[in-house]
């Protein structure tokens, strides 16, 4: 008798059980949500530090675009908004603005990271 075949009811060792492309799929999720993180972390750091360099180039916060990215500036750093309360305005900014951004980009980069290899 030369049967090669498993026993009834079980797989083969080297066949994935279930849906054979499922694996893929879970996996192609995983790195579309990690791409969706990264690029949030990305556009918030963005903002902030767009809200940085036009407050340190004195643009004219009357203007609708500067006071947008401004308002959204301070919507993203809330919880961070003077920490460091410095005599100089452009160092205070730079200081209250920038630690959020880093803290978006070092937080969402990791959380990317770790579900990318998932």
Known sequence: ???????????????????????ERSQS??????LTVHTIADIAAGFLGLWILLHLLGANEANV????????????AWWSQDIFTMDTESLRVLLNYGLPALIYLLVGHGIAARLGRA
């Open 65 to 76: 675009f500067v006071d947008f990215v401004h308002g959204t500036a301070n919507w993203l």
């Open 1 to 23: 008798m030369r049967n090669t075949e498993p026993t009834p009811g079980y797989g083969a060792y080297d066949q994935p059980s279930g849906h054979p492309h499922r694996y």
């Open 29 to 34: 999720t995983a790195r579309r949500i990690a």
